[in-house]
């Protein structure tokens, strides 16, 4: 079988993962491991190189209207899930004041003291061409998160 | 996807495309490219261009240079040369250029996860 999980378990957790609007913890039960804490609100950083599912990328610097960390995709991330497919429900933009590097990846990662990486993934098409004046948005429902094949 | 900021239009262009380089909004229908124009011109607000003449080509006439924000620079030699507004530098500080646009960014899957076969 290609995929793997029951639909109606996929969209509760990325529901719970992705559409809580307040920070919390999971803790399994005896033998399943250590408790973790999914602290909103999630930020989308910018990549100029794409990392993988086990390593960061590398994101743009500070500067040029664009602050290292990231901005916020709001007090909730996403809608709630439908057949294991969720999307952002706010806009997220920059205005730039001087010129970008090329950007080909995002990363979505909550806020935590120390933060926690979530999603990862490449553009559908690379941002490049940005300047001084120029605005970058990712408007709502252009990040899409797909938990379909789990 | 870009959209101009001044006359709010719409356009896809390949990938790899400038998106400062094309005509294809309405702003502009002289088929140049506005960043490496702006780029070129040694005044900014005027400083640093005493009576050197404007290397756009017919600054007059051209829309998208008359609604600069930047003050007048100098006249050129030729009175139809003068330069109507101050050229924005691509990279300068304080710049902003001739005809920003926005850039929409979508993206695809980022979860990568695969299931694994039974």
């Known amino acids: 079988m290609t995929s793997m999980t029951d639909q109606s378990r996929v969209n509760a957790i990325i529901q719970a993962l992705f559409t809580s609007s307040t920070a919390f913890t999971i803790t399994p039960g005896t033998g399943g491991g250590s408790a973790f804490t999914i602290t909103p609100p999630f930020h989308l950083r910018l990549m100029t190189a794409q990392g993988s599912n086990s390593s960061n990328g590398t994101e743009m610097g500070t500067g040029n209207g664009y602050t290292a960390g990231g901005a916020t995709l709001g007090t909730t991330f996403c809608a709630a899930p439908s057949s294991g497919s969720t999307s952002n429900s706010n806009s997220v933009s920059w205005s730039a004041t001087g010129t970008w590097s090329t950007i080909t990846a995002i990363e979505v990662w909550d806020t935590a003291g120390t933060p926690l990486r979530w999603l990862q993934g490449a553009l559908s098409s690379n941002i490049t061409g940005v300047v001084n004046g120029d605005t970058v948005q990712f408007a709502a429902a252009a990040i899409t998160a797909n938990a379909s094949a789990w | ?118």
């Open chain 2, 1 to 118: 996807m870009y959209q101009c900021k001044q006359c709010l239009a719409t356009a896809k262009l390949p990938p790899g495309a400038d998106p400062h380089a094309s005509t294809w909004c309405g702003c502009c229908p002289v088929d140049h490219h506005h960043g490496r124009q702006a780029a070129s011109c040694p005044g900014n607000g005027g400083v640093g261009h005493p009576g050197e003449p404007c290397n756009q080509p017919n600054p007059r006439n051209c829309p998208v240079i008359l609604g600069q924000r930047t003050p007048p620079g100098e006249p050129g030699p030729d009175p139809d040369d003068e330069c109507p507004g101050g050229h924005c530098g691509v990279g300068v500080a304080g710049c902003t250029v001739c005809r920003p646009i926005t850039h929409f960014a979508e993206v695809g899957n980022p979860l990568s996860a695969e299931g694994r076969p039974a």
